[in-house]
């Protein structure tokens, strides 16, 4: 409300909502009333200036998490998993605790984010640690150490998680994503490069995501096995064949099969899949596909801009999708992704997000890590909050960036995660609703 | 039919993080019944007041209202500048709330003054010092308004 001056020079303002949240876009003199050019910890919910919840223990104690989730088994039942080590967790609630379903992965994940997926009442998921370089501002990708890339999968039937398969000619991939020792020439040879490959190859991947039944990895590395040589593939997408999550060989189904991007200047940070389009993120562009309805060639792929730079996903983890709803960070802002249009959504604290990331602690020796981002509904059941929350390491603390879909404002948290003395990372995946 | 290797009912619909700080250890979720975070402090601040462009006001009350939570201690603070382009501030430290936490919205009157230009509301609680939700903030004051 404008200041009310009367004539006898007394005068009032009133604050009241809805707040339009931190604004350092403009001169804290010519802001909005209902902006603030500072805050901290306060949540902007339902019109009122609320000290935000208290973080309290919710799960019983576990490793080094590298990721959280749930799904649903063909029975019906829901199975709230999490990534550690080299081992895949179960949550039972009895005691509670976290029960051991054995080796996740054919090695130590390490501080590697795990990417996962659910698809026919089974979860999928990948790890890789693959250096980004960060363009800017900050950050880059993925965590510490060589991985060996792999794919896995667990139905929440069997005993152990599964991330071995064997193939049509008896070779055994260590990945379910795998190519088998009698195809591995000819897959090679159609390769960036027409490397000559002695085969079984293990696929692993930064990002996994699912489109016309097919399992898609982006970002692809390669292990021939055979040889122990690892190839890198930033620019390049592999899809399973249609309805068989198993099978990636495409000279044993057309319908698998994979894409270099070759015309492109930058890298694959990311993927998303809403309605009947994907959208795989590079650091400079975003890369839309369709399905084609062609089992040869069963996806068409347009680059949204041919410029060499342009609105792309810079930081490999802030992207994150909720139903019909994506965002991610590019250089110049933060954009909200619908199926019609990516919108800015920085707005007036834009500035202040980018200073932060820019700032976040960077490196060794402390190495606090990598931003995450989620857009999540609710804080729990019967507690809706519609955000998207980016959070970023510092040395003493993380702070949480918290977007309102419903108000459009962005609110500044900090949660108490830093640690002076640490050289790890005090986070290693998205927070997630399980 | 093959039978689940354990599993739960429905999903937990639980916000959850994971902080592996040798500080604060532990797989959090944010408490909606309790807003007031022993670890962390809070602020805000509302935009900076000019009032009249050059002329000095001042500050005589603040009025806030708020949704009783449970008891909390706040700290109000009024910060401007002055004819000698120095920052001036003036602060209160005022409880609010009640130990029943009514849950309804109330009103408190702050008495603090402060004379300035670039007058600024803002308000902050200490790690700990209680929930609190501010539903509207009001200032009230006296500005010269000779013509000039």
Not at chain 1, 25 to 38: K, M
Not at chain 1, 394 to 416: C, G, H, I, R, T
Not at chain 2, 87 to 110: F, K, N, P
Request: proline fraction near 8%.
């Amino acid at each position: 409300m404008a200041i009310q001056i009367n004539s006898n020079g007394t005068f009032s303002i009133e604050y009241v909502g809805p707040y339009s949240g931190v604004n350092t876009q403009s001169p804290e003199t010519n802001i909005p009333d209902t902006a603030t050019p500072s805050m901290n910890n306060f949540m902007l919910r339902n019109q009122e200036l609320r000290s935000r919840p208290n973080l309290v223990a919710a799960l019983p104690p576990f490793g080094v998490g590298l990721g959280f989730t749930n799904f649903v088994d063909i029975n019906g039942t829901y199975h709230v998993v999490a990534w550690s080590g080299r081992q895949l967790f179960q949550y039972n609630p009895v005691g509670p605790s976290w029960d051991s379903l054995g080796n996740a992965a054919p090695a130590d994940l390490k501080q590697n984010t795990v990417q996962y997926r659910a698809f026919a009442n089974t979860i999928y998921y990948t790890s890789l640690s693959q250096v980004i370089t960060p363009p800017q501002p900050g950050g880059g990708g993925g965590g510490g150490g060589p991985t060996m890339p792999f794919v896995g999968l667990w139905n929440g039937l069997t005993a152990n998680p599964q991330y071995q398969q064997t193939q049509y000619d008896a070779s055994v991939t260590n990945s379910i994503a795998g190519i088998a020792t009698a195809s591995s020439p000819t897959v090679g040879g159609s390769l960036p490069g027409g490397p000559t490959l002695t085969g079984p190859l293990a696929l692993g991947a930064q990002f996994l995501g699912e489109l016309n039944n097919q399992l898609i990895l982006a970002n692809v590395n390669l292990l021939d096995q055979g040889t122990s040589t690892l190839y890198n593939f930033p620019n390049l997408i592999w899809w399973s064949a249609n309805g068989l999550p198993l099978q990636w060989d495409p000279t044993q189904n057309t319908s698998a099969g994979f894409n270099p991007f070759l015309d492109v200047s930058d890298l694959i940070t990311g993927l998303m899949t809403m309605g009947v389009a994907g959208y795989i993120f590079r650091s400079y562009g975003i890369t839309q596909f369709a399905p084609s309805g062609s089992a040869i060639t069963p996806f068409t792929f347009d680059h949204m801009w041919a410029s060499e730079h342009g609105i792309g996903n810079v930081l490999p983890w802030s992207i994150a999708q909720y139903g019909p709803q994506g965002a991610f960070v590019a250089q110049d802002n933060i954009y909200a992704l619908s199926i019609t249009n990516a919108q800015p959504i920085g707005g007036t604290a834009r500035d202040a997000i980018m200073s932060d990331l820019a700032n976040m602690l960077p490196g060794a020796p402390l190495d606090p890590g990598i931003p995450y981002g989620v857009i999540l509904p609710i804080f729990k059941a019967g507690y809706v909050y519609l955000t998207y929350q980016l959070l970023i390491p510092f040395q003493d603390f993380v702070k949480m960036w918290v977007y309102s879909f419903e108000d459009k404002n962005w609110a500044s948290w900090e949660l108490p995660f830093g640690d002076p003395t640490r050289v790890l990372p005090t986070i290693n995946c998205p927070p997630n609703v399980v | 039919m093959p039978v689940s290797n354990g599993g739960i009912p429905r999903p937990l619909n639980l916000w959850v993080v994971q902080s592996t700080s040798t500080v604060n250890p532990g797989i959090f979720t944010f408490d909606v019944t309790n807003f007031n975070d022993p670890f962390s402090s809070s602020f805000y601040a509302w935009k900076v007041e000019d009032i009249i462009a050059g002329r000095s006001a001042t500050i005589r009350r603040v009025i806030l209202s708020y949704r009783d939570l449970g008891v909390a201690t706040i700290t109000v603070l009024l910060s401007g500048t002055n004819d000698a382009q120095a920052v001036v501030t003036d602060s209160q430290e005022v409880m609010i709330g009640t130990v029943a936490a009514s849950q309804v919205i109330v009103t408190q009157l702050v008495g603090i003054t402060l004379t300035g230009s670039n007058l600024q509301l803002s308000i902050s609680r200490a790690a700990g010092d209680g929930p609190v939700s501010i539903t509207k903030a009001r200032m009230e004051g006296t500005v010269e308004t000779t013509v000039y």
